[in-house]
């Protein structure tokens, strides 16, 4: 018994060497034998010799379409274009307060390159010393080391200085976390708080609930005060500007 690699060895069959095998390219009949056995010859039908031929223009085709070059007139090229024409191909001139932005990086002159300061400069350029007369008056024995008031101020000065007050009736913010009452954490529900607290049993929608239908009790009832009391907004709170 041949095996697996006995059998991948064996080359394949020459299925080219049988006149009548049909290809999928003949047509119903075989072709005619030509001399040449190497190559093939082609039929083509009438429909392919129709595809096969150039496209003809059409009966109604005028070429009058113009080229995308075309001839200057002789008038064009005689033209003169006159002082207006003139002045309107003139570029358009800035304002006359224009002034160019200056650059980013300016060129320093010569003169300021090698310019030397005088000793009135260098005197200016000194930093100033603050705490020069308080020193003085701290060293002298003759004076007290209490330093004395330069300057009183205006009543208007202290009302202005006076930081400003929050309004009477400014409620500030409720802290995000606050102690609990022990009476809160001691109390027990009623059995009418319980019964407030259990949700409402619904019918699902396929089995003919509606949930935008009013119950005629719903149609009928009145608010109580209480109720108008709660459904107002609440009051604005003033903050402070």
Not at 79 to 105: H, I, K, Y
Not at 130 to 143: F, H, R, V
Not at 216 to 236: G, I
């Amino acid at each position: 018994m041949a095996t697996r690699i006995d059998r991948l060895a064996r080359p394949k069959p020459n299925l080219l060497k049988f006149p009548d095998r049909r290809s999928v390219y003949w047509l119903d009949e075989l072709p005619a034998q030509s001399s040449n056995s190497s190559s093939t010859a082609f039929d083509l039908t009438p429909r392919w010799s129709k595809l096969a031929e150039s496209k003809k223009l059409s009966a109604h085709f005028e070429d009058n379409r113009r080229s995308p070059e075309w001839k200057v007139s002789g008038a064009a090229l005689k033209a003169r274009p006159s002082d207006r024409v003139c002045a309107l191909a003139l570029p358009r001139m800035p304002a006359a307060g224009w002034q160019p932005d200056r650059p980013l990086l300016p060129t320093l002159s010569v003169a300021v390159r090698t310019a030397k300061a005088n000793a009135r400069i260098c005197q200016l350029a000194r930093p100033r010393k603050i705490c020069t007369a308080m020193t003085q008056l701290c060293s002298s024995s003759e004076i007290s080391l209490s330093v004395p008031s330069l300057a009183k101020l205006s009543p208007r000065t202290h009302l202005l200085a006076t930081p400003k007050q929050d309004h009477p009736q400014y409620y500030p913010d409720r802290p995000v976390s606050w102690p609990v009452a022990k009476s809160a954490l001691e109390a027990v529900a009623s059995e009418r708080l319980q019964v407030l607290a259990t949700p409402r049993l619904r019918k699902p929608l396929f089995e003919g609930f509606d949930p935008y239908r009013v119950s005629s009790a719903a149609r009928a009832a009145t608010a109580s005060p209480r109720l108008q009391e709660l459904a107002l907004p609440p009051a604005r709170r003033c903050r402070r500007r």
